[in-house]
């Protein structure tokens, strides 16, 4: 079974449409994080979700939004589309904070 | 702001060879230093983490060195093979906001 799964694998679409990327987890993990991956391997975490708390919250443009129905599910929606938003983008989990993060293998967004 | 900075962006070695990744950081605070291996395609998957109460920590041909003093923590990858070859990221935490370097990229030639 894969610990942390996200869908879709690839996503294509044009600039201001609206997406969304699915995460789940199966470890029975308190927190879940969204990271973007740059073209230039960069990692920067977007969000964290504590006990479907937000957390933390980077300087993220608002048109992104996290949504996390239960504890085992955070998915990300994009509205507005830009062109700076193609990265790959990645969900992970942990119990806790000083613990290791198990990562999906994330989600190729190209904004044509 | 970078918290965490690591070096080199590039590493090439032979088989057989040391690999050693450095980093740094200036948040006193972190309680957490984990290493991650990537291969393209694949998300992150942590190597070996150490904790701040400890100098070094060795799994197999893996082993962290902490200096707390300096604030700065190495990687270190005895008789590197060719299924080495990813991108390596050190991290460092304190709550629930992980910092990453920016990675190094690794080729080990046969």
């Known amino acids: 079974d894969t610990a942390v799964s996200q869908t879709p694998k690839y996503l294509v679409t044009q600039m201001g449409n609206d997406k969304s990327i699915k995460c789940e987890q199966n470890?029975?993990?308190?927190?879940m994080y969204w990271y973007k991956q740059d073209s230039k391997k960069f990692l920067k975490i977007m969000f964290s979700?504590?006990?479907?708390?937000?957390?933390i919250n980077e300087t993220v443009p608002n048109r992104f939004s996290p949504k996390s129905p239960d504890k085992a599910h955070l998915n990300l929606h994009i509205n507005s589309l830009e062109l700076g938003d193609s990265a790959v983008y990645f969900c992970?989990?942990?119990?806790?904070?000083?613990?290791?993060?198990?990562f999906g293998d994330g989600t190729r967004l190209s904004i044509l | 702001q970078q918290q965490v900075k690591q070096s080199p962006q590039s590493l090439i070695v032979q088989k057989g060879g040391i690999s050693i990744i450095n980093c740094a950081y200036e948040n006193t605070a972190f309680d957490y230093f984990p290493w991650y291996q990537q291969f393209p395609g694949k998300g992150p998957a942590l190597l070996i983490a150490?904790?701040?109460?400890?100098s070094e920590k060795k799994e197999g041909r893996f082993t962290i060195s902490f200096n707390k003093s300096a604030k700065q923590f190495s990687l270190h990858i005895m008789d590197s093979q060719p299924g080495d070859s990813a991108t390596y990221f050190c991290?460092?935490?304190?709550?629930?906001?992980?910092?990453f370097g920016r990675g190094t990229s690794l080729i080990v030639h046969p």
């Open positions: 979700y504590n006990n479907k708390e937000l957390i």
């Open positions: 150490i904790r701040p109460d400890v």
């Open positions: 992970a989990s942990s119990q806790l904070s000083n613990q290791p993060q198990h």
């Open positions: 991290a460092a935490s304190k709550g629930y906001i992980p910092t």
């Open positions: 470890l029975g993990h308190d927190t």
